[in-house]
């Protein structure tokens, strides 16, 4: 009886697996299917690196053009507001001197009539004038009439000097022409005669 039940026992019971052959077997198999996963990264060859330069080059390039057509339309539109802003300028200054030249023309109409008076004529024109400053002097335009002040070489232009009793030395004794300033940028000096103080007087005693 005991020779039929070792007969009929399995083949594999005589040689049983290790857990130690188990445990290599399954970490060979793992291995090798991370082999199989990982991806070989090759150089890229020099057809690719070329067309990567080509591809960063095209887009320096647009990038270049696009910042030249900003520089350009900031530049045109800066131009643009600036003859805007300087025709605006102007206009509010011809606005204003329209008045001026209408009550000229009426000056010049009373002049030429046969009973103009030489007084009212005087004081119209006087009034035109006094318009006419008002208006440039709204812009910021501004006369220099330096009588009896001192004379400041930045302002005044000194055409020459003479002796006065009544003006004190270096100061302006005649304005020949008044000077102009835009804002407080001088336009134009203002044209005096500086005063030299009073003569000097001969002494004719003679020491003895």
């Known amino acids: 009886m005991n020779d039929t039940a070792s007969k009929t026992d399995s083949p594999d019971s005589d040689n049983p697996i290790s857990p130690e052959e188990t445990t290599a077997t399954a970490a060979s198999e793992t291995s090798a299917a991370e082999e199989a996963e990982v991806t070989v990264e090759t150089e890229p060859t020099l057809e690719e690196q070329l067309e990567t330069a080509r591809r960063e080059t095209a887009a320096a390039n647009e990038a270049h053009l696009r910042l030249v057509a900003d520089l350009e339309n900031f530049r045109r539109r800066t131009a643009r ?58 812009h910021g335009l501004k006369q220099i009439n330096p009588k009896a002040e001192t004379f400041d070489p930045n302002l005044h232009e000194a055409l020459s000097q003479q002796p006065s009793d009544t003006v004190d030395e270096g100061k302006v004794l005649q304005v020949v022409r008044v000077g102009y300033s835009l804002n407080g940028r001088l336009l134009r000096p203002a044209s005096v005669i500086v005063s030299g103080g009073p003569a000097a007087t001969e002494n004719a005693t003679e020491e003895a």
């Open 81 to 138: 507001e600036k003859d805007d802003l300087r025709a605006f300028a102007a206009a509010n200054v011809v606005e204003e001197l329209m008045p001026v030249l209408d009550n000229l023309g009426f000056a010049l109409a009373a002049a030429k009539a046969p009973n103009a008076e030489l007084k009212s004529l005087a004081e119209g024109v006087e009034m035109v004038a006094t318009q006419f400053k008002n208006a440039l002097g709204n």
